[in-house]
C-alpha cells in the first residue's frame, strides 16, 4: 500500500493506516456469517497534478501556478501482496 488507507469492516471504521507496519486485526467488527471488507486508498497529490498535466484544460480537476507537469504517475494503491488471515480465537481459562 501507498500512502494511506482506510479500512473497514461491515461498515465501521477499524483503523486508517499511513506508516508501516501496514496491518490491522478486524476481528472486532467481523460478524458470523457473510462480512464485508473495504480498503480505500487514497494516492498522492503530485498523482492528481501529474495526471492533470496530461489532460485537456477542460478535463482536468485541479490547477495550479507549478505542476510537476507530465512526470510519471508514483505507484499507489494496493501494492501487493495483500493477506488475510483466518484464524480461531481460543479463550484459556
Known sequence: MEVIATVRVNGILVRTLWAPPFKVDITSALKPGTNQLVV?????????????????????????????GAVPLIPAGLLGPVNLRVGQILTIP
Open 40 to 68: 480505500e486508498v487514497t494516492s498522492t497529490w503530485r498523482n492528481r497534478l501529474a495526471y492533470d498535466s496530461t489532460r485537456a484544460e477542460s478535463e482536468r480537476k485541479t490547477w495550479t501556478l507549478n505542476s510537476p
